[in-house]
T-cell receptor, first 115, second 114 residues
Framework: ETGVTQTPRHLVMGMTNKKSLKCEQH?????MYWYKQSAKKPLELMFV???????ENNSVPSRFSPECPNSSHLFLHLHTLQPEDSALYLC??????????????FGSGTRLTVV | AQSVTQLDSQVPVFEEAPVELRCNYS??????LFWYVQYPNQGLQLLLK??????LVKGINGFEAEFNKSQTSFHLRKPSVHISDTAEYFC????????????FGKGTTLSVSS
């Protein structure tokens, strides 16, 4: 399989649940990103991992917890979410230093609904 | 800080008509510019990008964009759209000098009808 794969595609969870989103890239990239996409809002950058180290965290609530065990895998652990956290969560990858030139490769996203 | 403004949230057009999706950016430094397309239930796909050189950039699916430094704009155009062009379009900017993160606009929904 090639590109960036996200699982699950859809997730419905209660506010007291704990779940995780998974992202896997097969492109040999060494930077990975989590974005939140809500209706009619700009894409919100949540986390950036470069060479498996977190380099950017844009004031995301602690109920979102990222994990990057290696350069090919990225997780977003979720717990005690709120209904306003319902959104499409997109994972992307790039080569460090090349993102400015080549942009990112995105996964298809996980549609999260918090009930 | 950089920002991207997409002036139109929705653009309805008829098939085979021309279309322009507008994008303006705000930055105090030189930038790279991108347009992405998102089809329903899919992630974002790169349409085209401006790095340097010719201000007219051609991308996939017959789209092109023109970089205008004096107006800080990067508008996307297609001379004749198809039903299959119905999608969400995002303009993005990155800083030439530092950082790796792209900054995205809110997106423009292009709806093509027959």
């Amino acid at each position: 399989e090639t590109g960036v794969t996200q699982t699950p595609r859809h997730l419905v969870m209660g506010m007291t649940n704990k779940k995780s989103l998974k992202c896997e890239q097969h492109l040999g990239h060494n930077a990975m990103y989590w974005y939140k996409q809500s209706a009619k809002k700009p894409l919100e950058l949540m986390f950036v991992y470069s060479l498996e180290e977190r380099v950017e965290n844009n004031s995301v609530p602690s109920r979102f917890s990222p994990e990057c065990p290696n350069s090919s895998h990225l997780f977003l652990h979720l717990h005690t979410l709120q209904p306003e956290d319902s959104a499409l969560y997109l994972c992307a990858s790039s080569q460090v230093g090349d993102a400015r030139l080549y942009g990112y490769t995105f996964g298809s996203g996980t549609r999260l609904t918090v009930v | 800080a950089q920002s991207v403004t997409q002036l139109d949230s929705q653009v309805p057009v008829f098939e085979e008509a021309p279309v322009e999706l507008r994008c303006n950016y705000s930055s105090s430094v030189s930038v790279y510019l991108f347009w992405y397309v998102q089809y329903p239930n899919q992630g974002l796909q790169l349409l085209l990008k401006y790095l340097s050189g010719s201000t007219l950039v051609k991308g996939i699916n017959g789209f092109e964009a023109e970089f205008n430094k004096s107006q800080t704009s990067f508008h996307l155009r297609k001379p004749s759209v198809h039903i299959s062009d119905t999608a969400e379009y995002f303009c993005a900017v990155s800083d030439r000098q530092a950082g790796t993160a792209l900054i995205f606009g809110k997106g423009t929904t292009l709806s093509v009808s027959s």
